[in-house]
């Protein structure tokens, strides 16, 4: 009895220690939800929705997505994109605020100042310019980069010319960093690709197949998987099903940067060849042959059989 008492209290002294603990660290969590401490993301994101127009756009745009009238995220960012506030808000839901791509790693000045003068001190307009955007958004994404300079879109960007060109937050938006799905990629790029610019009109239709394309290359290698795993486990020999299904996957990882060399040619050549090779992946687990070990099995078990026979007929002359 006596026992069970003593344990009794120490259970409970852990259990008000459990539940202190959890009281404790409550307002902490919920003051900053998983963001880094940063003075510029903690101090716009008071100034969300401040003013009424801003809170007329947001609840316009709630309105919308409610009733199920699809209005781009693009149309209406446009116009948000330009408030303090509602900048907070878009980047706050991005992956770049998922993977701490805190406010000054684009815009510069000090985040861990905490007054806004001290914060806003180097500032810079430079970066954040349209032009500027391949090399700033470019530091993290050399490879989009690298292969954003070879395209027609890069070169016009840099000519300083008057010609209509895309650069990085065209297409992704500064804050929200969007990524343009196959779906959607016809409208978009025929903003500029149409009959009355001129500007290669034929490229939006084949924009979305050549995305298309890339779901079919999934879907091809995840049927080479799961071919591979099944002659697996029958012991078969592998080897050759997994070198194709690994440049099928290596032409798959790097489908997002090839794409913006905006080259859709050697886009969908890449993705075809990507295909094919998951294809003989598949063919090659389905046809493959009984592993090395297996097939020397036969040969020792016909040697353990002559050796039987020999014990056999030992032991049979032997009585
Ligand atoms: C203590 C609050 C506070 C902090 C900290 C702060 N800001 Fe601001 N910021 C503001 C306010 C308020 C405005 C709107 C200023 C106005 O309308 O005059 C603003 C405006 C801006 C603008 C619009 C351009 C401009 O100069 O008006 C940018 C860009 C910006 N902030 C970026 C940042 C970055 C990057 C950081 C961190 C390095 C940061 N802010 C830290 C309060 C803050
Ligand atoms: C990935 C880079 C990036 C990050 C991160 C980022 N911004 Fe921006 N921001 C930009 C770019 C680029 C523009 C210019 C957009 C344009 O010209 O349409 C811009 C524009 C702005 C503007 C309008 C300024 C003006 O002078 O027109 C404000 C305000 C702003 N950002 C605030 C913020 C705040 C606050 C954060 C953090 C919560 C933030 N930004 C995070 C790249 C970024
Ligand atoms: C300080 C580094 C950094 C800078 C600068 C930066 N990014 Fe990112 N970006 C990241 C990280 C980290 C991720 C998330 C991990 C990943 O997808 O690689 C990311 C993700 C993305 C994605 C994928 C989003 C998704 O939902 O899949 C896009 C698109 C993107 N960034 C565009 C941009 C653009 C446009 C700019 C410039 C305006 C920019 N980035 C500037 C680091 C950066
Ligand atoms: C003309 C439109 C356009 C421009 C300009 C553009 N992108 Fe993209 N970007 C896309 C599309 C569409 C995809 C999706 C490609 C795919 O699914 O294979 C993409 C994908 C990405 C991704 C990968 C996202 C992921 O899911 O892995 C990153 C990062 C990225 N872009 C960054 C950039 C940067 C940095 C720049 C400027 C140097 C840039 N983009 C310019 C349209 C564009
Ligand atoms: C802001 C306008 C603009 C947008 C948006 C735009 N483009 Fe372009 N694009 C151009 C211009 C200008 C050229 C250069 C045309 C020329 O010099 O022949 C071009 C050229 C191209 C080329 C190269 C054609 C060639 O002959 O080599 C491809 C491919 C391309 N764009 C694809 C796209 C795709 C895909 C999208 C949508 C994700 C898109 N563009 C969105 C303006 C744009």
């Not at 994101?45 to 007329?56: A, D, H, I, K, P």
């Not at 770049?96 to 914060?119: D, P, W």
């Not at 687990?285 to 099995?297: G, L, N, R």
Request: charged share 15%.
């Amino acid at each position: 009895m006596r026992l069970k008492n003593g344990s009794s209290t120490i259970v409970g002294i852990v259990f008000v220690l459990v539940a202190v603990s959890i009281l404790m660290a409550q307002p902490a969590i919920a003051a900053t939800p998983n963001l880094p401490n940063n003075s510029c993301a903690d101090c716009h994101r008071t100034l969300l929705f401040s003013t009424g127009e801003q809170r007329q756009f947001i609840e316009i745009r709630i309105q919308h997505l409610e009733n199920g009238i699809s209005c781009s995220i693009v149309c209406h960012e446009d116009k948000l994109n330009k408030t303090t506030a509602s900048t907070y808000a878009l980047w706050s839901i991005s992956s770049h605020a998922l993977f701490g791509v805190t406010c000054e790693k684009c815009h510069g000045g000090n985040a861990s100042a905490v007054s806004m003068q001290g914060a806003h001190v180097g500032l810079s307009n430079i970066s954040i310019a349209r032009a500027n955007t391949p090399e700033t958004c470019g530091k993290c994404h050399q490879a989009e980069l690298e292969e954003f300079k070879s395209s027609k879109h890069y070169m016009n960007l840099e000519s300083g010319l008057e010609v209509p060109a895309p650069a990085c937050i065209t297409c992704h938006q500064a804050h929200s960093v969007h990524v343009l799905t196959a779906s959607e990629i016809e409208d978009f790029c025929s903003n500029c690709h149409n009959n009355i610019t001129g500007i290669n009109p034929t490229i939006p239709a084949k924009a979305e197949k050549a995305l298309s394309s890339v779901a079919e290359l999934r879907i091809e290698i995840s049927k080479a998987s799961s071919a591979i795993n099944t002659a697996k486990a029958k012991n078969l020999d592998v080897t050759r099903a997994e070198v194709n299904l690994g440049s099928a996957m290596t032409i798959l990882k790097e489908t997002p940067s090839v794409w913006h060399r905006f080259n859709l040619t050697f886009f969908d050549t890449e993705v075809q060849r990507g295909i094919a090779d998951a294809q003989n992946a598949t063919n090659a687990a389905s046809y493959a042959q009984a592993t090395p070990e297996t097939t020397k099995a036969p040969g020792f078990g016909v040697a353990l059989f002559v050796i039987g026979l020999f014990v056999a007929y030992f032991l049979k002359r032997s009585r």
